[in-house]
């Protein structure tokens, strides 16, 4: 298993629209994150931000089922801890965007996963910048531990 095997729980960031792509298009294993973090191998970290942005689609769309599955899902308990957009976080997202151009909103998640001490950063979003020693997984990826390393 590589890196989950070496010792303290991996952390793993989890950003919104890895989320989306689970839950809404079927892409990806969450289920999978979830399983390992049962087993103490990982915690998942993610962004209060994270459902504001997950939120929107089910809205629009008057899916409140959907909203409701979110809100419910997106919350701190053994396996994720939701992250709060403290001053800590948004004083680091503005070193993040003065550096590196990034989208606030972008630069929130990074934040508040360097925050979190995460190695592994779940997004499909292939242009975002992430610091040294952080490794951008996409979803549909995340059952191939070899790029984990």
């Not at 190695?119 to 549909?140: A, E, H, V």
Request: proline share 3%; glycine share 6%; charged share 25%.
């Amino acid at each position: 298993m590589g890196l989950v095997e070496r010792g303290p729980r991996t952390h793993i960031y989890l950003d919104a629209n890895a989320i989306i792509r689970s839950i809404e298009g079927g892409v990806g294993s969450l289920a999978f994150l979830i399983e390992m973090a049962s087993e103490n191998l990982v915690h998942l970290y993610t962004s209060e931000l994270t459902l504001a942005e997950v939120l929107v689609g089910p809205l629009k769309q008057s899916q409140p089922g959907l909203a409701k599955f979110y809100e419910e899902m997106l919350v701190s308990d053994d396996y994720l801890t939701v992250v709060p957009v403290g001053r800590d976080v948004l004083r680091r997202s503005a070193d993040i965007r003065a550096t590196t151009a990034s989208k606030g909103a972008d630069a929130i998640h990074v934040a508040t996963a360097m925050y979190s001490t995460c190695t592994l950063f779940i997004s499909s979003d292939k242009r975002i910048r992430l610091p040294n020693g952080m490794t951008r997984i996409d979803i549909d990826q995340v059952e191939d531990l070899d790029v984990w390393t």
